[in-house]
């Protein structure tokens, strides 16, 4: 079992960037898909970018391609989504998620999850 711990989130203004961290505690992540979710007030939490275990298979939600990329380093046990020009519409609580299933953006299919960090975009 494998404990994920979100990091990185901020304010910022819009056409900003930020990078957030997913790091895994006591277990490694090499063995995990790891996706980035992200949840706004009042709204259903939403797949933004996955990438499978070794890192070949990425995939991202139509809204943030071009903009969002989702990385992985297994040495430092952590995944990276580098976010660039970001709107508001970005501003959500973003989770990261293991699965040692499938590299998808549905939600089912992850067991693992961490405590989310805050992104707020506003000018």
């Known amino acids: 079992q494998v404990k994920l711990v979100e990091s990185g989130g901020g304010l910022v203004q819009p056409g900003r960037s930020l990078r957030l961290s997913c790091a895994a505690v006591g277990s490694s992540l090499a063995h995990y898909n790891i996706a980035w979710f992200r949840q706004a007030p009042g709204k259903e939490r939403e797949g933004v970018a996955c990438i499978s275990s070794r890192g070949i298979i990425t995939n991202y939600a139509e809204s943030v391609k071009g903009r969002f990329t989702v990385s992985r380093d297994n040495d430092e046990n952590t995944v990276y989504l580098q976010m660039n020009d970001l709107k508001v519409d970005d501003t959500a609580l973003y989770y990261c998620?293991?699965?040692?299933?499938?590299?998808?953006?549905?939600?089912?299919?992850?067991?693992?999850w961490g405590q989310g960090t805050q992104v707020t975009v506003s000018s």
């Open positions: 998620a293991g699965s040692i299933f499938r590299t998808t953006l549905e939600e089912y299919e992850y067991s693992y």
